[in-house]
């Protein structure tokens, strides 16, 4: 989690992204067997939220265990989920691959948003929002 530098402060003069990479390294430290995380990326610099995720991929399939992740950003959503649940008004509106579930349609749907979604070479939709929906 590149927080060994971290072991000798104090949690309270951490930043906010410092503290949540501790927290996950705790989380991933006690090897469980099913991964719950809060937005683990809020208050990570862009390369941290990428790093973060990198790690919780590969510790969770090298330990054999699921992660449920609860986040907003939709673009790193499709970009780390095997499966994506959207939920709407408290209820489950879709789930499923994110290549089958992130559609333009849905984001309208959902987030009242404008949004155009292309699938890269990879099978990973690429989100580009475009503007508040008149919906």
């Known amino acids: 989690?590149?927080?060994?530098?971290?072991?000798?402060?104090?949690?309270?003069?951490?930043?906010?992204?410092?503290?949540?990479?501790?927290?996950?390294?705790?989380?991933?430290?006690?090897?469980?067997?099913?991964?719950?995380?809060?937005?683990?990326?809020s208050n990570l610099d862009l390369r941290y939220q990428f790093e973060v995720l990198d790690i919780i991929r590969r510790l969770t399939r090298e330990m054999g265990i699921a992660s449920i992740i609860v986040m907003h950003d939709l673009n790193l959503a499709a970009r780390y989920s095997d499966q994506v649940v959207v939920l709407s008004t408290?209820?489950?509106?879709?789930?499923?691959?994110p290549g089958e579930v992130l559609t333009s349609n849905l984001i309208e749907a959902?987030?009242?948003?404008?949004?155009?979604?292309k699938i890269d070479i990879s099978g990973v939709p690429r989100i580009n929002f475009s503007g508040l929906s008149e919906a």
Not at 110 to 117: D, G
């Open 1 to 41: 989690m590149g927080i060994m530098g971290l072991a000798h402060r104090n949690l309270g003069d951490l930043s906010g992204g410092e503290r949540q990479r501790v927290f996950i390294a705790q989380a991933l430290g006690r090897e469980p067997g099913l991964l719950f995380l809060d937005e683990p990326t």
């Open 90 to 97: 408290g209820e489950v509106f879709a789930r499923g691959r």
């Open 110 to 117: 959902v987030y009242k948003v404008r949004a155009r979604v």
